[in-house]
């Protein structure tokens, strides 16, 4: 598939991280106390997305066809940013955050609007309303949406958006494009026009796009746009149905795959939150949002308890960003998908096929709880499973219970995994942060890639990227490993020591190893890998 569809672009590094979202950013005091709270509190954290605020204080839904004059298409608000590049800039460089921004398909500005009609820029029609099927009484937007498979209007409206590029937004959130089938392909090829003009640096025009949009057509993650799954309700109906709804947009061609943790349209509570917030650590792009109305989905906003458990999972999300990431290099070059369904896994387990709540991250079994009453429902297929950062292990085929405590994640390993995992971070700026740590699940051989890359440009795909090969030898009880490419390629984000971690199911204790250099290549004996027998 994707082989007719192209490869689907490795995003930036910080996208591998967590993106709070939410409509009603108030003002430039409410976005800097938010982004103070996530620092102060320890919550990790490496984007915002704005919604019409940041460009707009009224929205533009009750417009008619000839708009406003009034109406700003293109520029920013003066109450969230009455100095976006000065802002943006200190957002960065102080709280190593990215800004991205909404954006809609349409103009709401009369001259714009009268220079596309006569231009013969606009679709016929409107805009379906957000619901599927959609209610075509509830059209919206009639007769202002860009039609955007007109080079023209692409070259147009990537002029407009340089300027926005220039002052620090570093990507787009595209928002109700449901008004052609090819909209969201062609609005995309406009951005990445624009992001390829941009001179606000001499590395701008080599940066990898990133883009989250609210539907796709196949080929779009070529281009380096994710998608995210729509508006859902905050409730544990919708919850269960995300699991499934990521892996067919996977199976779909869309691999980069987000949703409004914790439910878009109404308030939350803070158990739903923090279960959702554990399946995003699973999901390939991590971002909660909510509406003007709800309470929006800041950890500490929830109690002590649930805040606790949003944090260790938010920790667990940037642990596992050299896994990640790497995996998604590996979807880029061999173009196998990195989230997978069971069935695609165990085709022959007729339990395992019929599963849509469980999911394959790589080598982990993901089964993660989604009832209110905090119940588990897991099934192994055959082979050896590992606990997550234990030595206890389960034979497959296995069904299994109980109830789970609300910071608890069922996560299981496959014996023979070689799982690299980061120092708990607070954002991708801060890698390497210490040792990489190589966690190795004994019971069978294993190996992995570890990819590293500057994070920002597009030069990985001209091969400018460093490779370790990590192989594991359970019979000889050996690991090792050697690096192609040049460590200047990650730059200071390189890691440079490693500390191994071996579980076993014969002892009660794993063997932790005291850090030691990568270098271009090493090894470690099976003298310092024998594991301690249980008696």
């Avoid at 191994?500 to 090493?522: M, N, Q, W, Y």
């Amino acid at each position: 598939y994707f082989a007719l569809t192209g490869a689907p672009r490795v995003p930036p590094r910080w996208a591998f991280g967590f993106i709070a979202s939410r409509w009603g950013w108030k003002d430039q005091n409410y976005i800097e106390a938010t982004l103070e709270n996530f620092r102060d509190r320890r919550f990790p954290l490496d984007a915002i997305v704005m919604d019409f605020e940041w460009y707009t204080n009224r929205t533009d839904y009750g417009f008619l066809p000839h708009g406003e004059t009034w109406y700003q298409d293109f520029g920013t608000q003066r109450a969230t940013l009455p100095n976006p590049k000065q802002q943006l800039k200190s957002y960065r460089q102080k709280f190593h955050v990215r800004m991205g921004g909404i954006r809609k398909p349409r103009l709401g500005n009369t001259d714009f609007l009268s220079r596309a009609r006569w231009n013969g820029w606009l679709l016929p029609g409107g805009a379906p309303d957000g619901q599927f099927p959609s209610d075509m009484d509830r059209v919206y937007a009639w007769g202002r949406n860009l039609d955007f498979s007109n080079t023209e209007v692409r070259d147009w409206y990537a002029r407009q958006l340089r300027h926005l590029l220039n002052v620090g937004i570093s990507f787009w959130w595209n928002d109700e494009g449901e008004t052609d089938y090819f909209t969201y392909f062609y609005w995309n090829t406009a951005q990445v026009q624009a992001l390829r003009a941009t001179i606000s640096s001499p590395t701008a025009p080599h940066r990898r796009f990133f883009s989250l949009n609210r539907a796709f057509t196949p080929g779009l993650a070529r281009l380096g746009g994710a998608v995210w799954t729509g508006d859902i309700d905050p409730s544990w109906e919708d919850l269960r149905r995300t699991p499934g709804l990521m892996l067919n947009y996977a199976l779909a061609g869309a691999p980069y795959v987000a949703c409004d943790i914790g439910g878009f349209s109404g308030e939350t509570q803070g158990e739903l939150l923090t279960r959702w917030m554990q399946v995003g650590v699973f999901m390939p792009i991590m971002r909660v949002h909510s509406w003007l109305w709800a309470q929006p989905h800041w950890p500490w906003l929830f109690g002590e308890t649930a805040s606790t458990a949003m944090r260790e999972a938010l920790e667990l999300r940037y642990r596992l960003i050299p896994y990640h990431y790497s995996l998604a290099h590996g979807m880029f070059d061999r173009k196998h998908l990195w989230m997978r369904p069971l069935a695609m896994v165990f085709p022959d387990d007729p339990v395992a096929v019929s599963i849509t709540m469980q999911w394959m991250d790589g080598s982990l079994m993901v089964a993660p709880v989604l009832r209110e009453d905090s119940h588990r429902e897991v099934y192994l297929p055959a082979g050896k499973w590992y606990h997550f950062n234990s030595t206890s292990a389960v034979d497959g085929e296995v069904h299994l219970g109980g109830h789970a405590e609300e910071d608890e994640i069922p996560l299981f390993v496959r014996a023979g995994t070689v799982l690299p995992l980061a120092p708990v971070v607070q954002s991708t700026d801060e890698l390497p942060g210490g040792p990489l740590e190589i966690q190795i699940y004994s019971g069978a051989d294993g190996s992995f890639d570890l990819v590293e890359d500057d994070g920002e440009s597009v030069n990985y795909e001209v091969g400018l990227m460093r490779t370790t090969n990590f192989v594991w030898y359970d019979s000889a009880r050996t690991l090792s490993w050697r690096a192609r490419g040049s460590v200047a390629e990650p730059g200071r984000h390189a890691f440079t020591q490693v500390r191994v971690t071996v579980f076993d199911s014969k002892t009660h204790h794993p063997i932790i190893l005291e850090a030691r250099d990568l270098l271009d290549g090493g090894s470690i004996p099976p003298s310092e890998l024998q594991p301690v027998l249980q008696v």
